[in-house]
């Protein structure tokens, strides 16, 4: 399988960055096709604006669906976001490796689908949802927590963590096709002792290995 591993976190020991680390050598050892996208490290640019092109439609006022729709029919994406783009169309398998900020993912998380999602090449033409670009492919959140796992649940001091991660779920990877695998999440790692990490990571490593053949959750309906 083709997997696609994007990590957002700015320091590589972290418990983002070990995790991050374990998949691509647990993956590449079974035997598995990874590529990667490291933002910070990349020092990817998260901010969506002209600079995603070459050339422009029209130079005097901008519109990025439209400009996205350019394009797409002329070529005209800039290299690092069509080199992102490309990596997106050439996976089987998405993972999104992050801890959780504000109730969602890093800026240049959202910079980078921001830029790299983009109308034309992406979604748009009735290609949405069931009928999008990506269906047949999959999408995993990895993500890691500042609480305990019971401030996440239904009753807990944030709420729902499944309910927190929806706008991605539906919002970005079943509006463009994906089958949404449930998340992997890592509750307070901060706190964890080296012991309980290493479990954590021994627990990350069997669930990579069974992610291929996982059956997607219902993203429309909880």
Same mark, same amino acid.
């Given at each position: 399988?083709?997997?696609? +591993?994007?990590?957002?976190?700015?320091?590589?020991?972290?418990?983002?960055? =070990?995790?991050?680390?374990? =998949?691509?050598?647990?993956?590449?050892?079974?035997?598995?096709?990874?590529?990667?996208?490291?933002?910070?490290?990349?020092?990817?640019?998260?901010?969506?604006?002209?600079?995603?092109?070459?050339?422009?439609?029209?130079?005097?006022?901008?519109?990025?669906?439209?400009?996205?729709?350019?394009?797409?029919?002329?070529?005209?994406?800039?290299?690092?976001?069509?080199?992102?783009?490309?990596?997106?169309?050439?996976?089987?398998?998405?993972?999104?490796?992050?801890?959780?900020?504000?109730?969602?993912?890093?800026?240049?998380?959202?910079?980078?689908?921001?830029?790299?999602?983009?109308?034309?090449?992406?979604?748009?033409?009735?290609?949405?949802?069931?009928?999008? +670009?990506?269906?047949?492919?999959?999408?995993?959140?990895?993500?890691?927590?500042?609480?305990?796992?019971?401030?996440?649940?239904?009753?807990?001091?944030?709420?729902?963590? +499944?309910?927190?991660?929806?706008?991605?779920?539906?919002?970005?990877?079943?509006?463009?096709?994906?089958?949404?695998?449930?998340?992997?999440?890592?509750?307070?790692?901060?706190?964890?002792?080296?012991?309980?990490? $290493?479990?954590?990571?021994?627990?990350?490593?069997?669930?990579?290995?069974?992610?291929?053949? $996982?059956?997607?959750?219902?993203?429309?309906?909880?």
């Amino acid at each position: 399988m083709k997997i696609l +591993i994007v990590l957002a976190h700015p320091e590589p020991k972290s418990m983002n960055g =070990a995790l991050f680390t374990t =998949a691509i050598e647990t993956l590449q050892a079974a035997g598995h096709e990874v590529k990667t996208s490291n933002l910070y490290a990349m020092r990817f640019n998260p901010v969506s604006d002209s600079s995603n092109f070459t050339r422009l439609q029209n130079a005097t006022f901008f519109k990025q669906q439209l400009e996205e729709m350019h394009a797409t029919e002329t070529g005209s994406f800039a290299y690092d976001v069509d080199q992102e783009q490309e990596k997106v169309e050439w996976c089987d398998l998405m993972i999104w490796q992050f801890p959780l900020w504000w109730f969602s993912v890093p800026g240049i998380l959202k910079g980078w689908v921001d830029r790299v999602f983009a109308m034309g090449r992406f979604y748009g033409a009735g290609k949405y949802y069931e009928q999008g +670009i990506f269906s047949g492919k999959k999408a995993l959140l990895s993500l890691t927590t500042g609480g305990e796992e019971g401030a996440y649940l239904k009753d807990g001091f944030n709420g729902d963590i +499944i309910n927190m991660l929806k706008p991605i779920h539906r919002g970005i990877f079943g509006f463009t096709g994906w089958s949404v695998l449930h998340p992997h999440i890592v509750y307070g790692p901060a706190r964890l002792s080296p012991e309980a990490r $290493e479990a954590e990571l021994n627990k990350w490593k069997k669930r990579l290995l069974q992610a291929v053949d $996982e059956q997607p959750i219902e993203v429309g309906t909880y």
